[in-house]
C-alpha cells in the first residue's frame, strides 16, 4: 500500500470552475501535510500547508480530517494559470528531521 | 539569495556507467535530501543528509550513494546505472527543526537523467 494515494486525474475544467482533489495517507502518525504544485518538467512548489482547522490561501482551501487520514485541497474560480500538477505531501516528522512521502499527483488542465 | 541550485540540468549516460549530481542548498539550510521523479509519478525518496551524515534512506539499492560537505552541499552517486534510472532528480533543502521552526522544503529545479 502506498504512503500517499491521490485521486487519479486527469481533470479537465473551464475556467471559472470548482475543482476537488482528495488524498489519503497510511501512517496515522505523519506530522504535517501539504499541497504542492508542479508545472510541467519543473521542480514541486509548496503551494500551501494544511491545517486540522482547514485554512484559506485565497482561491485556494485545504483541510485535513486526522481521523480519516484525508487531505483536501479546493480551487475556486479555476484560471489557466492553474494549470498543473498537484502533489498531495505528507512529513511523517517521526524523527527530527522528517522525509516527505508524495502521491503521485492529479494533472489539472483549465481551458478557456 | 539563491535559492536551491542543481547541476547539470540534463545528462545522458549509458547503462553501466556510473553519474554524480550535485546539490547547493538554499542559503542558510542545513539539511538536504533527494527525491527520484519518474515519469508520472510522484517524487520518491532517496536519502537525507544532515551535520556529513546520511540520517533517512528510503527504499534504493547501495547503487545509489551521497555525501555532503561542510558547507552543507550535497552530491548524488549513481553506480552500474540501468535504463529504470532515468528520471528527474531533484534536490530539496530545509532547516533542520534543531535550528528554526520553518522547515518548509524547497526544490531545486532538478537534474533529468537519461540512461540509454
Known amino acids: 500500500r502506498k504512503e500517499v494515494e491521490q485521486d487519479p486525474g486527469p481533470f479537465n475544467v473551464p475556467e471559472g470552475a470548482t475543482v476537488a482533489f482528495n488524498c489519503t495517507y497510511s501512517n496515522s502518525a505523519s506530522q504535517s501535510f501539504f499541497w504542492y504544485r508542479q508545472d510541467c518538467r519543473k521542480e514541486p512548489k509548496l503551494l500551501m500547508s494544511?491545517?486540522?482547522s482547514g485554512n484559506e490561501d485565497g482561491r485556494f482551501t485545504a483541510q485535513l480530517n486526522r481521523a480519516s487520514q484525508y487531505i483536501s485541497l479546493l480551487i475556486r474560480d479555476s484560471k489557466l494559470s492553474d494549470s498543473a500538477t498537484y502533489l498531495c505531501?505528507?512529513?511523517?516528522?517521526?524523527?527530527?528531521?522528517?522525509?516527505?512521502?508524495f502521491g503521485r499527483g492529479t494533472q489539472l488542465t483549465v481551458w478557456p | 539569495d539563491a535559492g536551491v541550485t542543481q547541476s547539470p540540468t540534463h545528462l545522458i549516460k549509458t547503462r553501466g556507467q556510473q553519474v554524480t549530481l550535485r546539490c547547493s542548498p538554499k542559503s542558510g539550510h542545513d539539511t538536504v535530501s533527494w527525491y527520484q521523479q519518474a515519469l508520472g509519478q510522484g517524487p520518491q525518496f532517496i536519502f537525507q543528509?544532515?551535520?556529513?551524515?546520511?540520517?533517512q534512506r528510503g527504499n534504493f539499492p547501495d547503487r545509489f550513494s551521497g555525501h555532503q560537505f561542510p558547507n552543507y552541499s550535497s552530491e548524488l552517486n549513481v553506480n552500474a546505472l540501468l535504463l529504470g534510472d532515468s528520471a528527474l532528480y531533484l534536490c530539496?533543502?530545509?532547516?533542520?527543526?534543531?535550528?528554526?521552526?520553518?522547515?518548509?522544503?524547497?526544490f531545486g529545479q532538478g537534474t533529468r537523467l537519461t540512461v540509454v
Open positions: 505531501v505528507v512529513n511523517d516528522r517521526g524523527s527530527t528531521l522528517g522525509r516527505l512521502y
Open positions: 530539496a533543502s530545509s532547516l533542520s527543526v534543531n535550528r528554526g521552526t520553518n522547515t518548509e522544503a524547497f
Open positions: 543528509y544532515y551535520e556529513e551524515e546520511e540520517r
Open positions: 494544511v491545517y486540522s
